[in-house]
C-alpha cells in the first residue's frame, strides 16, 4: 500500500464524511489504525478520524455533538467526531486517538494549519499528559480484546466457524501490552513504540497463522490480560490521576482558537 493510495482515500473519505455530516467547518482528518503501527498487510482497510468544528448555533443551543461513524463503500470506516469530544478523550489518554498526532498521514484544513503544526510540535508532552490514565486504558483495552476474541459478532462468524477465534483481536491485545510497558519505561518516544518489537510474530497471529487452536489462543490472551493486570497495578501504585497543567492549557487553548476563528469566519 503506497502513500498515495493513503492520501486519494483519506480526501474521498473527507469528502463523504462532511456531506454525510451536513458539511460542517473541520480541522483535521488522519489515518488511523494498523498503517501507523506498521501492522498493515494486503488486506487492511484504511479508516480514518475527522474531527469536526461545531457551529455558533449548536453551541448556543448546547446541541448534542453529531459523533458518528461514516462507513464506505468499501466497508472502510470514517469516525467523524466533534473536537470538544476529541480533546475530552484525549485527556483519557486513548491510544486509538492519540495515535494521530503521530501519524505522517493527514490532511489539514488550511484555516488551521498553524495549530495543528503546534499540537504535533507538543505530541509526546500530550501523549505523556496522564501515564495514570494511560495504563488504565491500555487495561482496559486488552480486557475489550479478550471479551472480542472469540465473541460471534455478525462480521467474524466465518472466522470464527474456521479457526475458533478472531486472531486480529489476540494481535491487538499483545501490540498494546508490548506499547504499554515500552512507553512507561521512558526509554523510547511514543511514535517508536507505536511500532511493536515482534512484527512477524504478531502478523502471524493476525492471520490466524499462530496457534493453531482456539484454546491456546484463549491461554494466551488471559496470560497477557494477567501481565497488564499485575503491570498497571504496579506502575500506577504511587501515580496520581491528574492530567499535565500545561499540556491542558495547549489544548484547551488549542480548541478556543479552533472554534473562535471558525465562528469569526461564519459571522462574516
Not at 489515518?31 to 478520524?49: F, P, R, T
Not at 494511560?134 to 467474524?156: D, N, Q, V
Request: net charge negative.
Amino acid at each position: 500500500m503506497n502513500d498515495t493510495k493513503i492520501m486519494s482515500r483519506l480526501k474521498k473519505h473527507l469528502s463523504e464524511a462532511l456531506v454525510s455530516s451536513g458539511n460542517p467547518d473541520w480541522f483535521v482528518i488522519c489515518l488511523q489504525g494498523s498503517q501507523n503501527y506498521d501492522m498493515a498487510d494486503e488486506n487492511s482497510d484504511i479508516d480514518s478520524k475527522l474531527l469536526i468544528i461545531p457551529e455558533l448555533e449548536d453551541l448556543v443551543l448546547n446541541r448534542t455533538p453529531p459523533n458518528h461513524v461514516h462507513i464506505m463503500d468499501n466497508d472502510e470506516h470514517c469516525d467523524v467526531k466533534d473536537i470538544r469530544d476529541y480533546f475530552k478523550i484525549v485527556r483519557k489518554q486513548n491510544i486509538n486517538f492519540v495515535e494521530i498526532f503521530f501519524t505522517d498521514y493527514y490532511l489539514v484544513n488550511n484555516k488551521y494549519k498553524d495549530i495543528w503544526m503546534e499540537l504535533q510540535r507538543h505530541r509526546e508532552e500530550i501523549a505523556n499528559g496522564n501515564i495514570y490514565s494511560f495504563l488504565k486504558c491500555c487495561k482496559g483495552m486488552i480486557f475489550e480484546k479478550r471479551h472480542a476474541l472469540t465473541h460471534p459478532y455478525p462480521s467474524k462468524l466465518d472466522l470464527l466457524e474456521k479457526y475458533g477465534f478472531d486472531g486480529k483481536q489476540l494481535s491487538h491485545a499483545y501490540r498494546v501490552y508490548d506499547f504499554a510497558t515500552r512507553f512507561v519505561s521512558g526509554k523510547e518516544s511514543y511514535k517508536d513504540c507505536l511500532v511493536p518489537k515482534d512484527k512477524d510474530f504478531l502478523m502471524s497471529i493476525k492471520r490466524n497463522e499462530y496457534p493453531e487452536d482456539v484454546e491456546t489462543a484463549k491461554y494466551m490472551m488471559d496470560e497477557i490480560v494477567e501481565k497488564i493486570t499485575l503491570f498497571e497495578a504496579m506502575n500506577n501504585k504511587y501515580r496520581t490521576n491528574k492530567f499535565d497543567e500545561n499540556v491542558s492549557k495547549l489544548l484547551d487553548d488549542s480548541l478556543y482558537d479552533i472554534i473562535t476563528r471558525s465562528i469569526k469566519e461564519e459571522l462574516k
